[in-house]
Nanobody, 123 residues
Framework: QVQLVESGGGLVQAGDSLRLSCAASERTANSYDMGWFRQAPGKEREFVAAISWRANTYYQDSVKGRFTISRDNAKNTVYLQMNSLKPEDTAVYYC?????????????????WGQGTQVTVSS
């Protein structure tokens, strides 16, 4: 299984930006779908964004236009640029990976997970 390490979380104010990074232990280009999920206290882990092995991108409706997922294949790294952050974006953000698949982007369909990084947005 590919190992994933997230970084870039922190405490920001509403309207600020953050960029999360997810470094993979092996080459993921052209073979892995990469996703970002988040989990707020007392809530289930939810899909945020994904980039497929074909480089197609997908977003949860609540983050469309504010978040951008991208990948740097040379660095085996996936990014989540988060702009116009809102207090409701507060959560632990997890990076996940799976071999390229047509399955929906839900947690059970991803096989590798990072340890998570906390994002806190104050109002």
């Amino acid at each position: 299984q590919v190992q994933l390490v997230e970084s870039g979380g922190g405490l920001v104010q509403a309207g600020d930006s953050l960029r999360l990074s997810c470094a993979a232990s092996e080459r993921t280009a052209n073979s892995y779908d990469m996703g970002w999920f988040r989990q707020a206290p007392g809530k289930e882990r939810e899909f945020v964004a994904a980039i497929s092995w074909r480089a197609n991108t997908y977003y949860q409706d609540s983050v469309k236009g504010r978040f951008t997922i991208s990948r740097d294949n040379a660095k085996n790294t996936v990014y989540l640029q988060m702009n116009s952050l809102k207090p409701e974006d507060t959560a632990v953000y997890y990076c996940a990976a799976r071999s390229g698949s047509w399955l929906e982007f839900t947690p059970p369909n991803f096989t590798s997970w990072g340890q998570g990084t906390q994002v806190t947005v104050s109002s």
